[in-house]
């Protein structure tokens, strides 16, 4: 009897542990089960589509120098040609203030201009005026551009219709400001749907300006990317006659992202002949244009012993440039001043309405003369500062 309970109480005991092992089992099981974890990709924004679109039409040109110069000083860093009209700030031909940052051309002929100004929602757009004899025509904004993003920097091609400018953000742009183009239609009276001209000239930073000179086949474009705040880059480049893309047959996708980023300007030097002559037409440029500077005849107290007769004697770099910023300004005030004493005439031989219709022009514009006094001013005071601290060294 005893060993029948003895082998009974083993059957127990085997039968609790084959449960306890199936258990076992079963949550070990039950672990293995568990649901994997699931990595959402990260979806590329619609610059970076834009960006991929665009690599493969990235533009070959020759990019034959670059310098890094003030953002506010780049125009006095471009030699542009007279036939290829001026550029200028807008306070300096409006004579104004407030606007730093509004950039106007200026026609070889100047009777026609193009300027940036920001509307009642401090969005850029451009506007343009004529010149008729002695007076502008009243500004007006430029037709079929969008203006739900800031345009600045415009620049007129010599054929009078091709017009590149800088937009600021958008749909068709890589960030900040993008350089766009886009060409004026006589039959509508309107310009054409702008485009962005893409890459290398444009990029993820902002991209300001393009400018061309098409008798010395030499152009500008200006940006900032890889610079400091408050720099920019000016790359002086050959523009093509007809656009040549990079051959993706020649080239891997990692060489041509290089070039789209100008990483290195001597990655394009690709005839040395061509970037020679290049150099020496680009030369020629900035000689000349020194060389008006210093030829024009001047009248500038710099103290009580020294009067300057020439450009050429400024020894501040500085000093040079801002005497010329403020012979554009001494300019356009004698313009305006000629041009208030114009609309006084009219007001004084005017009926009525005629009277009504000139008060507030008349008004702005003795404002504006007044600012542009105090403005004068002040730059001959920073400009003889500037000459006297440097001769004094």
């Known amino acids: 009897m005893k060993i029948i309970k003895a082998l009974l109480l083993i059957c127990v005991c085997m039968a609790v542990t084959n449960g306890n092992a199936q258990r076992r089992r079963t949550t070990s099981k039950a672990k293995a089960k568990a649901k994997p974890v699931v990595v959402e990709e990260k979806q590329p924004s619609p610059e970076e589509l834009l960006y991929e679109n665009m690599l493969s039409s990235t533009q070959q040109i020759m990019i034959i120098d670059s310098v890094v110069v003030d953002k506010e000083q780049f125009i006095n860093h471009i030699p542009l040609p007279p036939d290829c009209g001026s550029l200028m700030l807008y306070d300096a031909f409006f004579a104004t203030s407030g606007h730093s940052d509004s950039y106007v051309w200026l026609n070889e002929f100047k009777n026609r201009v193009y300027y940036s100004i920001a509307d009642a929602n401090g969005k850029s757009e451009i506007g343009t005026m004529d010149k008729l004899g002695t007076n502008w025509t009243k500004g007006k904004r430029l037709e079929g551009l969008s203006y739900a993003n800031s345009l600045n920097y415009p620049y007129l091609m010599s054929d009078g219709i091709t017009l590149y400018f800088g937009q600021q953000g958008g749909n068709n742009s890589l960030g900040g400001y993008d350089i766009f183009v886009t060409r004026y239609d006589a039959e509508s009276g309107t310009y054409f749907r702008p485009e962005n001209i893409g890459l290398p000239f444009n990029s993820s930073a902002n991209d300001y300006m393009y400018l061309e000179d098409e008798t010395d086949n030499i152009g500008w474009f200006v940006t900032d990317r890889r610079q400091p705040e408050g720099k920019v880059c000016i790359y002086t480049f050959i523009p093509n006659k007809t656009r040549k893309n990079y051959d ?126 105090q403005s004068i001013k002040d730059m001959e005071k920073q400009i003889r500062n500037a000459e006297n601290m440097t001769i004094n060294q």
């Open 248 to 373: 993706l047959s020649e080239y891997d996708e990692a060489h041509v992202k290089r070039f789209a980023a100008i990483e290195s300007i001597s990655d394009t030097w690709t005839d040395n002949t061509a970037k020679e002559e290049a150099l020496q037409r680009l030369a020629k440029l900035t000689e000349r244009r020194q060389q008006v500077n210093s030829d024009d005849q001047i009248h500038f107290v710099i103290n009580d012993n020294i009067t300057y007769r020439q450009v050429s004697q400024f020894k501040s770099p500085s000093a040079k440039k801002l005497f010329l910023t403020l012979v554009q300004t001494q300019e356009r005030f004698m313009a305006d001043s000629e041009r208030l004493e114009s609309l006084r005439d009219q007001y004084a031989e005017g009926g009525e309405l005629v009277r009504a219709r000139l008060t507030p022009t008349i008004l702005d514009l003795e404002h504006s003369l007044e600012v542009s006094a």
